[in-house]
């Protein structure tokens, strides 16, 4: 496996120059741009292409199901509610340090 | 939470400013606690950011024109007073995340998984090492490329709102949004987690 650096795939690039290889060409390629296929933010011709290229490499079919779980689990991430002895106190504090200049 | 301009800014401070900061403090407060949570990590330092933020906005105020949201320039408050807090607290250093980071190296690292197979999200993050995990791999992301990631896939802003709060254009957001997603991704599928039963998950022993 090469840490390959290649250009970002292209419009009108052709599916069948996909290399099904981990890490190299256009798996690399897709990596770049795995945040905006997830967010449906490409075009729809490249959309088409990357899906073409999912199907038929399971690393990277598996890795960009890694990457929408964690954003998934990052837009689930609890968090602890405000008390609201702690909203008083604070409003307090806040109001206490603008008043004293 | 969406929350409308206010439509006129005040024009009489020392009149308005302690009814209109009550009002500004009661439908904000708990949207900026979270984002600081989300920010900090812990209660105490998100307890600070809030009232960091709440003092800025006070004083404020007055010159607020309504031309962003009341969320946005909250949100903003909130992170610029964030980037100081830290600096100061820490002096911690920023280091950039390179994408060439990223590329797995390995068969076993592209194919790394994270165990929420079956699972809600919440179901999943009952599991506490996985939970810790998370947390743990968002508190090591550099600040700037956390607070894209909190904004963006946290507090559910686009990209261009996130733009305007961090003072960057929309292609620099995603830049840094992808590069935080793919920090956290290695982070949570490069551990040993167990699930439920105790046992190792699948797909995260390669």
Redesign the interface.
């Known amino acids: 496996?090469t840490?390959k650096?290649t250009a970002t795939t292209k419009k009108g690039s052709t599916p069948s120059s996909h290399r099904h290889t981990?890490?190299q060409g256009h798996?690399?390629d897709l990596?770049?741009q795995?945040?905006?296929f997830i967010d449906d933010?490409l075009p729809s011709d490249i959309c088409r292409e990357i899906r073409k290229h999912l199907g038929a490499c399971?690393?990277?079919e598996?890795?960009i199901?890694?990457?929408r779980?964690?954003?998934?689990?990052?837009?689930?991430?609890?968090?602890?509610?405000?008390k609201a002895s702690?909203?008083v106190a604070?409003?307090r504090?806040?109001?206490g340090?603008?008043n004293a200049k | 939470m969406r929350t409308p301009a206010l439509k006129t800014a005040p024009t009489s401070p020392a009149a308005q400013e302690?009814d209109e900061?009550d009002k500004l403090?009661r439908d904000h407060?708990?949207l900026i606690?979270?984002y600081a949570?989300?920010l900090c990590g812990e209660?105490e330092s998100a307890?600070d950011l809030?009232?960091e933020t709440?003092?800025n906005a006070?004083?404020g105020l007055k010159d607020f024109r309504g031309e962003a949201r009341v969320s946005t320039w909250l949100y903003t408050i909130a992170s610029r007073a964030c980037i100081r807090m830290r600096r100061k607290r820490k002096g911690e250093p920023q280091h950039e995340l390179s994408?060439?980071d990223?590329?797995?190296?390995?068969?076993g690292e592209?194919?790394?998984?994270?165990p929420?197979d079956g699972l809600s999200?919440?179901e999943?993050?009952q599991n506490k090492e996985?939970?810790q995990a998370?947390?743990q791999a968002?508190d090591k992301l550099p600040k700037k490329y956390r607070m894209a990631?909190v904004l963006r896939?946290?507090e559910?802003l686009t990209a261009k709102e996130v733009g305007t709060i961090m003072g960057l254009n929309e292609r620099a957001v995603?830049s840094r949004?992808?590069r935080a997603?793919?920090f956290?991704?290695r982070e949570?599928?490069a551990r040993g987690i167990t699930n439920h039963d105790g046992h190792p998950s699948e797909g995260l022993r390669s």
């Open positions: 496996m840490k650096k981990a890490g798996c690399v990596l770049r795995l945040s905006a933010e399971p690393n990277c598996i890795f199901a890694s990457l779980q964690t954003v998934i689990l990052c837009r689930h991430r609890p968090v602890p509610p405000l702690d909203r604070m409003r504090a806040i109001l340090e603008a | 302690p900061f403090y407060v708990d606690y979270r949570h989300r209660t307890k809030v009232q709440f003092l006070y004083r994408l060439e990223f590329v797995p190296t390995s068969e592209f194919r790394l998984q994270i929420v999200p919440e999943a993050l996985l939970r998370l947390d968002i990631l896939d946290m559910g995603k949004l992808h997603r793919l956290v991704r949570l599928s």
